[in-house]
């Protein structure tokens, strides 16, 4: 649902209703047994390598982001 924000009548906050928030917590769910079947094969030492490089790109996510909302802030 949608919810206006104080002070900005442009601008709306977005959050779940108690349906949604319960079908979202099934999709979760299920994607969960996706994920936990998608590694079920792969050596730990190559499910290790994915996580550290995730993070990484994370890291890296993260700070494009910090660089590009200080660009809009000048």
Known sequence: ERVAVDGDRRAFRVRLTPAGQTSFAAMAEQHEQWIVEAFADLPARDVDQL????????????EINRRLQADELE
Not at 51 to 60: D, I, V
């Open 51 to 62: 996580h550290r490089l995730l993070g990484r790109l994370k890291q890296s996510q993260i």
